[in-house]
């Protein structure tokens, strides 16, 4: 587990918001402490009151309320089939931000 933390803290990321198809990271940056190895492992750029004005305006523009019930349940089948596929690398980052063993992890995405 710890070859995965270091490995990880050495290829630190960003994470913003993802608004209207891109990310943003235009808000406050903070740093995230990983309960694990007890130091900074990503940074976090807080969401700013545009981005949710813009997110907000993308979603009232929104096809999917267009869409029959067939068709988002087909979106939302292709969005678990990648859940399952990208495990590994959502149960690595909910361990280094929670302190959840990989297993809890793993058991909270398959869930």
Request: avoid cysteine; hydrophobic fraction near 40%.
């Amino acid at each position: 587990m710890s070859d995965i933390m270091e490995k990880r803290n050495s290829d630190q990321e960003t994470f913003g918001s993802f608004v209207n198809g891109a990310w943003k990271k235009s808000g406050e940056k903070r740093a995230l402490v990983s309960p694990v190895i007890q130091k900074e492992w990503q940074t976090l750029y807080l969401t700013t009151d545009a981005d949710i004005a813009e997110a907000i305006a993308a979603v009232k523009k929104n096809p999917l309320k267009e869409m029959t019930a067939y068709e988002r349940a087909a979106i939302l089948h292709k969005i678990s089939v990648l859940l399952f596929h990208h495990m590994n690398r959502l149960s690595e980052l909910m361990t280094m931000e929670m302190g959840k063993t990989l297993k809890e992890a793993q058991a909270e995405v398959h869930y």
